[in-house]
């Protein structure tokens, strides 16, 4: 029998919101942003959640103890209790810098008793009430995100679960960085009575689920699938038709001088344009081989001039596309995002480790493709979004 489909008519109803502060004074007053930092004030915001099943604690110490543990977390990441301020300089020049002025992060404590953790996992259609499962779910870029907090988490209970959702402003962290903060709040739960909570706003139930017109859809790949997704894929074409792919490049581990201890962005993009036909004539190995070339490309020399490059971003007026992914030629992109590098399942907040990951709205982008590291070892799981196959969730073994 299949699920019941979770209709955006479900109800999520918010119980609490609260700032939360640091529970420790810092020394850190202002921090200046870089040009990795400002190149991401027309990004969206990153935004991951993971779904764990019930713990054994009651709600309310639950709800008490992740907020204790934000607090004592947001101590040794002062930026991320701060504000992002801008400058005028006149002529429409600004520059931008956090103010850590510890006005806190956002903590949102929401219930969902009617859905089940299976509603969620099980259909192979994404429900659209995961979105509700996000602060902000309608999206904004981070641009927008001035004067609000950087980071965003809440907490949402099923009926057989939770929900741990964190969205945070990009120009302070890139994904790394944001799963080092994710991981940092797990040390800390044991801990009470440490947060200094600023109640904010107590919502009545509502419908949270911003409309969509991209649903998403889960695909389990085996080895033998793949083999044979491969062996459709030769053939002739004449396209000419210039198909780009954008991904982007780390750069901690290419260089030599990075500091473990930077908290950051620290990424660039890179780009490989080529036809249809181009594409099948060299074969998914020729193509594979260019991409490898690209990344293959970057030393410590291109990584600093790419860092010390003069940035001089377009801010994007009301009513023009959010998304920072556009065309790169007569086609849209592929763009790939993400990494499995990052340790998504070594999140135990003291009941076991989730069962499974899930981004929010902001990555319902044509084109984009999110890889991250599965639960089951030996399979990839990618997310995609296009207008023909619309957003789906691929597993691959």
């Known amino acids: 029998m299949p699920n019941k489909k979770l209709k955006m008519a479900e109800k999520l109803k918010v119980m609490s919101s609260y700032l939360v502060c640091g529970s420790a004074s810092n020394s850190l007053s202002r921090l200046e942003l870089n040009p990795w930092d400002i190149r991401a004030f027309q990004t969206v915001p990153i935004q991951r959640g993971l779904i764990f099943y019930n713990p054994t604690s009651d709600s309310q110490s639950l709800i008490q103890h992740l907020k204790d543990s934000l607090s004592r977390t947001l101590d040794f990441f002062p930026r991320l209790a701060g504000r992002l301020v801008a400058t005028p300089h006149g002529g429409g020049m600004a520059s931008f810098s956090v103010d850590c002025?510890?006005?806190?992060?956002e903590f949102i404590h929401a219930i969902a008793p009617a859905i089940s953790v299976s509603d969620i996992i099980d259909p192979s259609f994404i429900p659209e009430i995961v979105y509700s499962f996000f602060p902000a779910n309608a999206g904004f870029t981070n641009f927008e995100g001035i004067s609000k907090p950087l980071v965003s988490v809440q907490v949402t209970e099923l009926?057989?679960?939770?929900?741990?959702?964190?969205?945070?402003?990009?120009?302070?962290?890139?994904?790394?960085?944001?799963?080092?903060?994710?991981?940092?709040?797990?040390?800390?739960?044991?801990?009470?009575?440490?947060?200094?909570?600023?109640?904010?706003s107590t919502a009545p139930e509502k419908n949270l689920i911003a409309p969509s017109h991209l649903?998403?859809?889960?695909?389990?790949?085996?080895?033998?699938?793949?083999?044979?997704l491969k062996a459709n894929t030769v053939g002739s074409s004449d396209d000419s038709t210039t198909r780009t792919l954008a991904l982007s490049i780390g750069?901690?581990?290419?260089?030599?001088?990075?500091?473990?201890?930077?908290?950051g962005n620290a990424f660039f993009p890179v780009a490989l344009a080529m036809s249809g036909s181009d594409v099948w004539k060299g074969g998914l190995g020729g193509t594979a081989m260019k991409i490898d070339q690209l990344i293959a490309q970057?030393?410590?020399?291109?990584?600093?001039?790419?860092?010390?490059?003069?940035?001089?971003p377009r801010i994007r007026r009301e009513g023009e596309e959010k998304a920072v992914i556009h065309a790169m030629g007569s086609a849209p992109p592929l763009v790939i995002t993400s990494t499995p590098r990052h340790h998504v399942y070594d999140c135990d907040f003291g009941w076991g480790k989730p069962i499974a990951m899930r981004s929010g709205y902001t990555y319902k982008v044509e084109g984009l493709v999110v890889v991250f590291r599965p639960r089951i070892p030996a399979v990839w799981t990618l997310k995609f979004a296009s207008p023909r196959t619309r957003y789906r969730q691929w597993k691959i073994t």
């Open 101 to 105: 002025n510890n006005a806190g992060a």
């Open 159 to 200: 009926a057989d679960g939770v929900v741990i959702a964190c969205s945070a402003n990009h120009v302070v962290m890139d994904g790394p960085s944001f799963w080092h903060f994710f991981t940092s709040c797990r040390r800390f739960l044991a801990v009470q009575n440490r947060s200094r909570n600023l109640p904010s």
């Open 215 to 228: 649903p998403r859809k889960v695909f389990h790949f085996s080895k033998e699938k793949l083999g044979q």
């Open 251 to 263: 750069a901690r581990s290419r260089l030599s001088s990075f500091s473990d201890a930077y908290f």
């Open 298 to 312: 970057t030393s410590n020399e291109t990584i600093s001039i790419n860092a010390e490059k003069k940035v001089e």
